[in-house]
């Protein structure tokens, strides 16, 4: 889906004359519509456009949306979240400001895009959440995030701050040692080197001035309404107020009021904190670049394809942990969503950067869990962002590091299309998966949304998860659960498998168990006075024989004699109606891996011939009673040190501790 190419196409002369709207209207894309058809674009979801700027859902505590025991071993646990078009960093910026509520976690937040100006907007949006406070006062602080995020036009010393982050961002791009230095938080790591070079294009265009490189706004914003609008353009103020109290209203975003989303649609300034007339100069972070068809040519061309029908009111501006904002009163709410957002995003920003007092109530869980009062700013908790190359998704599961690793999966709306069974192999088993809804998408009716929701799940399990019932009615968020191990017939991730060989293989030291243990039952193991005096050519005299398939002796049994007096004949293996050997008292078997890594050589464990002797030869009875036939003596050792592979990791790899095959 395409929107008008109004905002895109270069304009000369009158951009509604007659012969434009004609030459328009035949370069929708590829595809050959007139303009004047478009009488109405009402289901059809147009009015977002092709490209996010911010999300259709309010900001959410991430680690609230995790299970208990998602965090991975280590100090400090470390939590994995992958984001597949979250666009403006929303949920991270409230993840990290709830984070003083939860225990001590190591954050890793992986971003994965389909542009890059939405790369660079989260970047520079990040940027401005950390200034320190002696750099940049709270509220000044918050004024600025709300124009760059959300206002088409915004005031000069904000326009002024957009370009030197800029300018400085170009001198970081290509110096990895002084972009780790000095944005510690931030990972560009894995990009390709041409989206480095991409990037730091952007990050030009938004350091040039007007003069330098134009972007006017006002007039692509108008001709992207235009188009959106068609024959009802003359009639958008009763369209807005359609729109805004039909089904925004409608769908639980009561606190947006009639005179910021008419003003917004008119002039694309959604929080106008100051004056109007201070709002002059374009957001040149809303631009972004396509390849379009113009007089038969293929031209790269800047222009506004973003959101003219919801507006950004739905991320900070219609929830609040306040609910003293929220209040009404004849029904009418006292705080509209500009005023509501400015709020929710100075306690943000206060959390990140100064030290609070006390822990909110909303959330007993994290102070059963081990969570303490917030003592330290939230900004202080370790964390990372890691941007991924854009369209990684269909082979992330690729890359062994990537293979079951994050505990939470976040996929916006717009990137649904991106869910399948691959990129549910990059989800832990047990791990959670979060799809934004179209809930607050003006132009979807009622049974659209259904369809979509219907499509969500059916995507969601097709990719292995399962759905979780929630009563909350209608949903801004589907969420689903990711099914466990169908069985042990298909084997485990190589990192758990060696987590839990790990887990499993005790020290050496501990294998020695107790002598009262290892002393075998006098019936099952101390062998009769016939069989003791019988000639060893006697065919049922016992012979050293290989253990059971499966078996694995202690090396302790080997190395270090019983403390208690054993006639010789308990050397011998007991037969198959004997009790369980000791290694089957003292706890699960050892993988063959971890018996092969923590064995030494057979030469070393070969003790010398007189540490053999311990008794005299009148104890010892007859000799030739324990000397194995000759010639297979090394044979039948060797088969007794040797532990038996076992059948259930039969074709698995080994590998070394800790380090994946």
Avoid at 242 to 270: C, P
């Amino acid at each position: 889906m395409l929107p008008s190419a109004t905002a895109s196409l270069p304009t000369q002369g009158d951009p509604d004359s007659p012969s434009r709207r004609a030459h328009i209207g035949r370069h929708i894309g590829h595809l050959e519509l007139p303009l004047t058809a478009m009488t109405t674009v009402t289901g059809s979801g147009e009015g977002f456009g092709s490209v996010a700027w911010w999300g259709l859902s309010p900001a959410m505590d991430l680690q609230a949306e995790c299970p208990p025991d998602a965090p991975s071993p280590g100090h400090p646990p470390e939590l994995d979240i992958l984001l597949l078009g979250s666009v403006d960093a929303r949920h991270i910026l409230r993840t990290l400001a709830q984070a003083p509520r939860w225990p001590l976690r190591r954050l890793n937040f992986f971003v994965l895009e389909n542009n890059l100006e939405a790369v660079a907007r989260q970047i520079l949006i990040l940027n401005l959440a950390f200034e320190p406070p002696e750099k940049m006062g709270l509220q000044e602080k918050s004024e600025i995030f709300l124009e760059i995020w959300g206002n088409g036009l915004v005031r000069t010393q904000v326009a002024e701050y957009v370009r030197a982050q800029s300018q400085r961002m170009r001198r970081l791009l290509p110096e990895p040692d002084d972009l780790a230095a000095q944005l510690p938080q931030l990972s560009l790591e894995a990009l390709k080197f041409r989206e480095r070079d991409s990037l730091e294009a952007v990050f030009a265009f938004w350091a040039a001035s007007e003069a330098e490189a134009s972007f006017p706004l006002s007039r692509l914003w108008d001709s992207r309404l235009r188009g959106y609008l068609g024959s009802r353009y003359d009639a958008r103020l009763g369209v807005s107020d359609w729109d805004l109290h039909m089904k925004l209203h409608d769908r639980g975003a009561r606190v947006i009021n009639s005179r910021e989303f008419r003003r917004w649609r008119e002039t694309s300034v959604a929080f106008e904190i100051r004056d109007t007339s201070a709002y002059q100069l374009p957001n040149r972070t809303l631009a972004s670049g396509r390849l379009m068809s113009h007089r038969g040519e293929r031209v790269a061309v800047r222009g506004y394809w973003g959101d003219v029908a919801t507006g950004p009111f739905v991320a900070f501006g219609i929830e609040s942990d306040d609910q003293s904002v929220l209040q009404t009163r004849n029904g009418i709410p006292v705080k509209c969503a500009g005023e509501i957002s400015l709020h929710n995003v100075t306690s943000m920003f206060r959390s990140l950067v100064t030290p609070g007092d006390e822990v909110s109530e909303a959330k007993p869980e994290a102070k059963a869990e081990g969570g303490a009062p917030d003592s330290e700013p939230a900004g202080s908790r370790p964390f990372r962002v890691h941007f991924l190359p854009l369209g990684a998704a269909p082979t992330l599961h690729q890359r062994n590091r990537f293979h079951s690793r994050f505990h939470l999966l976040y996929v916006s709306c717009g990137m649904v299309h991106q869910l399948s069974p691959e990129l549910g192999a990059c989800v832990a088993p047990g791990g959670r998966l979060i799809v934004e809804l179209a809930r607050y998408l003006v132009d979807l009716r009622s049974n659209q949304l259904e369809s979509f929701s219907e499509r969500v799940r059916e995507l969601a399990e097709a990719a292995g998860f399962l759905p979780e019932s929630h009563e909350d009615l209608p949903e801004t968020f589907a969420r689903f659960s990711r099914k466990p191990p169908p069985g042990q017939d298909d084997p485990p991730p190589q990192g758990a498998r060696d987590a839990r060989q790990n887990a499993e293989a005790p020290p050496l030291d501990n294998l020695t168990p107790p002598s009262e243990i290892l002393t075998l039952p006098p019936k099952a193991s101390e062998p009769m006075s016939s069989e003791i005096l019988s000639p060893s050519s006697n065919e049922d005299a016992p012979v050293p024989t290989s253990p059971p398939r499966g078996a694995e002796p202690i090396l302790s049994e080997i190395l270090s004699p019983s403390s208690s007096a054993d006639v010789p004949g308990a050397l011998t293996l007991p037969p198959e109606d004997s009790e369980h050997a000791p290694y089957g008292i003292l706890g699960p078997t050892i993988s063959p891996d971890v018996a092969e890594m923590s064995s030494p050589h057979l030469d070393p464990m070969t003790p010398p011939s007189e540490s053999l002797s311990w008794r005299t030869d009148a104890e010892l009875g007859p000799p030739g009673i324990l000397t194995p036939p000759p010639g297979d003596s090394d044979s039948a050792l060797s088969d007794f040190l040797s532990p038996a592979p076992n059948p259930d990791d039969s074709g698995m790899p080994a590998g070394e501790p800790g380090h994946p095959s």
